[in-house]
């Protein structure tokens, strides 16, 4: 049935309506790492802006371009200024999505360049939080046969990734893909399970290829917005395709939560197992949301990582900001899997505003304190946002 959809004619009766999207951000980025004798301060402002069309019933597509331009003195991976620690925002214009999609009552395609984000994004996401988005060529299939079941499939044929087309590393600019996603998801009352494969091939990087098998599952005991929340994840990650490696590595994400008063505290578990020589990677994550917001764990030690942290979060506010301000603030603790080491720790912190004409704000900070992994890293970021949507006159 689904397939069937997906080749059937467009019937274009009326003419297609149009909407203008737009997301523009500025942000100044100031990093000081102990292992470069000079700071890195990027200031960056990118412009993403598509037109969303609906062509006839059930089908829409997107097109939209996205731009980045900087300033400042600081290594952003395409300028070659390696005497500064790097931001990752190089200036680039590049086409970000492009696809066209079908959706019914129970099913769905969309098919070109989109974005992919899974779950919490700890294995497959956009990385919305560098100028450059990522985004993937790929198939995407939907089926929900029940009101709580969803079944989805993806198909990615190349990943675009945050680094750009002028990244001077061409495997940092994109990867050629044979990667199969499979996520299935069954909701009750406000529980939570996601069942999943994913078989990344990576026809760039052999050594990137892995098969990985989870279960995720989320839910709250909240009465009269107090109470206790969870997240628990296991994983088991292994070779795939032509990975000239071999190894068996497990994953665990332990996460309570308690809300009270507005304010919501947690305390996490994070393994991500090694043995010395190979450790579980996920490529095609959101990473910085993961492992502190320094960015230190982009790439797993081989030893492996375990990531120990408690933080809290919430909103405040007075007046015309009542409930407006969005807070947060996280403590980390790194140590390898294999090997004793303590790699460091690490202090986030956030604060998030509304401004005037529908812009929004944020200030946020990371500090790293190294023990037995890289350097002594300090990050602050001043942000301002401005999205918004607008439709077209037919």
Do not use: C
């Not at 331009?69 to 300028?79: K, M, P, Q, T, V």
């Not at 809300?259 to 020589?277: F, N, S």
């Amino acid at each position: 049935m689904l397939l069937a959809a997906a080749a059937a004619p467009v019937q274009a009766a009326d003419p297609p309506k149009a909407s203008l999207e737009w997301d523009l951000r500025l942000r100044h980025e100031a990093v000081d790492d102990a292992a470069f004798a000079r700071d890195a301060q990027a200031t960056t402002a990118r412009l993403r802006a598509g037109v969303r069309l609906a062509l006839a019933p059930g089908w829409s597509a997107l097109l939209e371009g996205e731009g980045v331009a900087g300033s400042g003195h600081y290594n952003s991976g395409a300028n070659g200024k390696t005497a500064y620690p790097t931001v990752l925002d190089p200036t680039s214009a590049e086409l970000n999505q492009a696809w066209i999609g079908w959706s019914g009552a129970q099913a769905g395609v969309t098919v070109g360049r989109q974005r992919i984000m899974l779950d919490n994004q700890r294995w497959v996401g956009n990385v919305g939080w560098r100028q450059n988005e990522q985004t993937f060529d790929a198939v995407e299939l939907r089926w929900r046969p029940t009101a709580n079941l969803a079944v989805r499939y993806d198909w990615l044929d190349k990943v675009h990734r945050v680094a750009s087309d002028r990244a001077l590393n061409p495997l940092a600019r994109e990867r050629n893909l044979d990667t199969h996603l499979l996520n299935i998801a069954w909701t009750r009352g406000a529980q939570h399970w996601v069942g999943y494969a994913y078989l990344h091939d990576d026809r760039d990087v052999a050594s990137a290829s892995t098969a990985t098998y989870g279960l995720r599952w989320t839910g709250s005991l909240l009465h009269e917005v107090r109470g206790l929340g969870w997240t628990a994840e296991v994983a088991r990650q292994s070779d795939y395709a032509r990975n000239p490696a071999h190894f068996d590595h497990t994953y665990w994400l332990l996460e309570p939560t308690w809300t009270q008063r507005g304010i919501t505290a947690r305390a996490g578990w994070e393994h991500l197992g090694g043995d010395g020589l190979t450790a579980v990677q996920t490529p095609l994550a959101t990473l910085h949301a993961f492992s502190g917001w320094d960015d230190q764990f982009l790439v797993t030690p081989a030893k492996g990582l375990e990531d120990h942290y408690l933080g809290a979060s919430g909103k405040f506010g007075a007046g015309t900001l009542a409930g407006k301000l969005n807070w947060a603030l996280t403590w980390h603790d790194y140590r390898s899997d294999t090997g004793g080491l303590h790699y460091g720790s690490e202090w986030n912190a956030s604060l998030g505003f509304p401004l005037p004409g529908g812009l929004t704000g944020l200030v946020k900070l990371a500090d790293y304190r190294a023990d037995a992994f890289a350097r002594d890293n300090t990050k602050i970021w001043m942000q301002v946002e401005w999205r918004g949507a607008r439709t077209l006159s037919p």
